[in-house]
């Protein structure tokens, strides 16, 4: 069997959204799981729209996921040359035409069509010009297009994709459609399907926006010779309104870079990516990349579109709580090794690094990463929910303080008490911990809840965390005996 090659291949027009990076993640998956090559082709043959930012932007995100390309990335604009002598070559076997039509006519034309209620379609006035028309045409500077010439017969053309099944149209439905404009460039559904041949891309796994070009461009490849490639076209993925998921109207909260900001791992993002639109029979939802590249096919496409729940404007509930939770439940799973990179990362970003962390405290550091991670769904969270435990200024919650501090008389004394019990201890360990603290209660015959949960407050100005015990060996004895203090001295 011939090797598996397929493409990712992006207008550099905007942002790297979600969307795309769904298209980019199945095509490098397919080419993973069949030890393929995975081309990286920029489609940037639209010179107004096209940007360098939105290149770097599209590389970067591509990068950040882990789906590097194999080969590329190709730009489209650097193949110009190639495009223009396939039409050259269609023009030669006659497979193609030049027309000399004017604007003016096509749109009398059209609106006569349009008067009559009839389907406009071009008429192939000059498909049957004989060569010295063309070249009288040529010679006194007639501008012209070049048309495919659209075989004349019965029938369709048809081909079986491989997530919708087969696809018909009828060859009286395409009309002689135009693959080169006057001024010498190609039309970019000529441009896509030439590179797909000078790429050897074997399938072409793209968004449902292209199945109405594919079969014309069976048409130009099939002229030209070329097997064409097996097509599989993937759903769209709709906000809840049944909105397309597109940068303009949902802005930055759809791009790649945005999840990246907000703290999310990689492959947190490809899990929740790839079950928007694919699924297998297990109904599994988590997938190390290796399990996924191994179960991974085309037939788990689904047809119907996805829906990403996420309504836009909402600030608090920024992205769809089920790519949240994934994320949560990696930051609780992945390797510690592979963790704390990101988390030593975010605490750069935002101030709370100490060298000691890569040095003397590592182990600390490790530990007590280890122990927050578990309740954390951003690496963000590191450094916001995390933050009593890496720096003393931390904010309190409101309602914990009215809760847990501020609703007992009692914890007037309590507090100086568990502080005088803790600062006491010679090893500051969990169990040696959790002693003290029971101890304390059954002197001051309270229950334990009412101690804990003021210490936790105390500590990190939050109602919840980690076990108490654990939590407080990780804030360390003078840290938290000093914060017992302030609180006591807040009540
Ligand atoms: N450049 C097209 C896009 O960004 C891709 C079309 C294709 O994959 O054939 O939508």
């Known amino acids: 069997m011939n090797e598996v090659r397929v493409r990712f291949a992006p207008s550099p027009t905007g942002y790297l959204h979600i969307g795309g990076a769904r298209t980019a993640l199945y095509n490098w998956l397919y080419a993973r799981k069949h030890n393929g090559t995975f081309v990286l082709r920029i489609e940037d043959t639209d010179e107004e729209r096209s940007t360098r930012e939105s290149i770097d932007e599209i590389l970067d995100g591509l990068k950040w996921m882990g789906l590097q390309w194999d080969e590329g990335p190709y730009f489209q604009s650097e193949r110009l040359g190639t495009h223009q002598q396939a039409v050259r070559r269609l023009l030669e076997q006659g497979s193609a035409y030049r027309c000399f039509c004017t604007k003016e006519e096509l749109e009398a034309k059209r609106a006569h ?136 109207k949902h802005g930055e909260v759809v791009t790649v870079a945005y999840y990246k900001e907000r703290g999310f791992l990689p492959w947190a993002l490809c899990n929740f990516l790839l079950l928007l639109g694919w699924s297998n029979s297990e109904d599994r939802e988590f997938f190390t990349r290796e399990e996924l590249i191994e179960a991974f096919d085309l037939d788990g496409i689904a047809r119907h579109n996805s829906v990403f729940n996420y309504t836009p404007g909402d600030s608090v509930n920024w992205t769809d709580p089920k790519a949240v939770s ?88 309590l507090l100086p008490a568990a502080a005088e019990a803790l600062a006491g201890l010679a090893v500051f360990d969990v169990a040696s911990i959790e002693n003290a603290v029971r101890e304390l209660c059954e002197r001051e015959a309270v229950k334990p809840g009412l101690i804990i949960n003021a210490i936790r407050t105390a500590c990190t100005g939050q109602s919840a965390g980690p076990g108490l015990f654990e939590l407080v060996a990780a804030i360390g004895q003078e840290r938290t005996v000093a914060r017992l203090r302030a609180a006591a001295g807040c009540i």
């Open 326 to 413: 994934m994320n949560a439940r990696y930051i609780s799973m992945l390797g510690m090794d592979e963790l704390l990179p990101y988390v030593a990362a975010e605490l750069q970003r935002s101030g709370l690094w100490q060298e000691s962390y890569a040095a003397g405290k590592k182990q600390w550091f490790r530990d007590t990463v280890e122990l927050i991670r578990t309740r954390l769904h951003t690496i963000n969270d590191f450094s916001t929910r995390g933050r009593p435990y890496f720096a003393d200024d931390f904010e309190f919650e409101e309602q914990a303080v009215a809760k847990n501090l501020k609703k007992d008389e009692r914890l007037k004394t």
């Open 113 to 248: 069509a349009q008067e009559h209620k009839l389907d406009y379609k071009y008429d192939g006035t000059c498909r049957n010009l004989t060569p010295q028309q063309i070249e009288e045409r040529t010679a006194s500077g007639q501008p012209c297009v070049v048309r495919f010439k659209t075989p004349r017969q019965d029938g369709c053309i048809a081909f079986e994709d491989r997530v919708y099944g087969r696809v018909e149209k009828r060859y009286d439905d395409i009309e002689d459609f135009v693959i080169l404009r006057s001024d010498g460039k190609p039309l970019y559904l000529l441009s896509s399907a030439i590179d797909d041949m000078t790429d050897r891309i074997t399938h072409v796994i793209r968004g449902q926006d292209g199945l109405g070009n594919t079969p014309r461009q069976i048409l130009i490849l099939s002229a030209l010779g070329y097997t064409p490639p097996v097509y599989a076209h993937i759903s769209l993925t709709l906000d809840t309104k049944k909105a397309k998921i597109s940068k303009r």
